[in-house]
């Protein structure tokens, strides 16, 4: 009977080992895995800023759809938390050194990759990054939101929700790539140019991980109790806002405005908890960034910028097709 236990035991046990790690592994990369490119297709190595959260998800699944339709093989990676951008670049070297015919990448960090990124130009690899851009000319383009304006669009609509005056704080994923930067200033310069009865109080960089934020939102409320506003720039930076203003239970006293999508700020929105947000088209990024990288190892001529577009949503247009197009749960 003890030998019995002990042999279900070690079987529950190994189990519980093989799940953990499957789980961790596709927490990081799953589409074509790295040992099975083969010389048959192009192939496309895409890192990305995160795993994580489901846009990222959303934007492999355009990757995915391109790579089907243009018949390459892509492989589709990035850090647990958007904060590890060391862990970005030893993705990015190992990327490299599969020897790829392109690259797509999306930087953590706008400075810390162009040395990596510096040895495609010498293994004449075209980069097309995405999402965040680089502080470099190196990639031949970028498949992004105008986040300047998008969250130039976030601050207006905050002013409206608070008549035009009060206080707000913003909660930015981070400030080292071309997303966190744009998405911070655009808000702010908008606010500073446009609603001088409006006054910034805080600004704080919660790596775009939902707790951290959540954590963050809660010391900025209580430092400033007469807080009208809060700002997410990001899918976990609004995720941790909406939870902090629930523990506080400041719900319906504070106006929270998000940017990407996801089911907890679909929820939120419904809720009456957050005004709303604004989304981006991850799967429209995800698509051409492939689509790209397939021009560029035809040498195509390519733009400076491929504008993937933003839309605001909320309550009111929620359900319309446009948006539902561009939201995923």
Same mark, same amino acid.
């Given at each position: 009977?003890?030998?019995?236990? %002990? ?5 529950? +046990? ?14 990081? *990369? ?17 890192? *990305?800023?995160? %795993? ?23 492989? %589709? ?41 510096? $040895? ?46 009060? $206080? ?12 966190? +930067? ?59 806002? +909406?939870?902090? +203003?629930?523990?506080?239970? $400041? ?7 998000? %940017? ?9 929105? $419904? ?59």
């Amino acid at each position: 009977m003890k030998k019995l236990l %002990f042999t279900i035991g070690l079987l529950v +046990v190994t189990v519980a080992l093989l799940a953990a790690c499957s789980e961790q592994a596709g927490s990081e *990369s799953d589409t074509t895995s790295p040992e099975d490119i083969d010389d048959s297709k192009p192939y496309i190595a895409i890192v *990305s800023k995160g %795993f994580q959260h489901q846009f990222w998800q959303s934007v492999k699944q355009g990757a995915e759809k391109a790579a089907e339709e243009f018949d390459v093989q892509i492989t %589709f990676e990035g850090p647990e938390k958007e904060s590890q951008v060391d862990k970005q670049l030893e993705m990015l070297q190992s990327a490299l050194d599969r020897k790829p015919d392109a690259i797509g990448f999306a930087a953590l960090d706008s400075k810390a990759s162009i040395p990596l990124l510096e $040895k495609t130009v010498e293994r004449d690899i075209p980069v097309i990054a995405f999402d965040s851009g680089v502080d470099s000319d190196i990639p031949l383009t970028t498949a992004t939101t105008d986040n300047y304006a998008a969250a130039a669009l976030a601050a207006e609509k905050m002013a409206e929700k608070i008549g035009g005056k009060g $206080k707000v704080a913003l909660v930015v994923h981070d400030q080292t790539s071309v997303t966190g +930067v744009d998405r911070r200033d655009g808000f702010i310069e908008t606010m500073e140019k446009d609603y001088p009865d409006i006054e910034i109080v805080d600004v704080q960089y919660g790596g775009g991980d939902h707790l951290e934020s959540t954590d963050l939102a809660k010391t900025m409320m209580q430092a400033h109790p007469d807080l009208d506003g809060l700002y997410g720039s990001n899918e976990g930076s609004a995720i941790g806002v +909406v939870n902090a +203003v629930k523990e506080l239970g $400041k719900e319906g006293d504070i106006t929270i405005i998000g %940017f990407d999508s996801g089911k907890q700020q679909i929820d939120a929105i $419904k809720d009456g908890v957050m005004a709303g947000a604004i989304t981006q088209n991850p799967v429209g990024i995800g698509y051409e960034t492939v689509k790209a990288a397939v021009e560029a190892m035809e040498n195509k001529e390519l733009p400076e910028v491929i504008d993937t577009g933003f839309y605001w949503y909320d309550a009111d247009n929620l359900e319309e097709e446009e948006i539902q197009n561009a939201i995923y749960e």
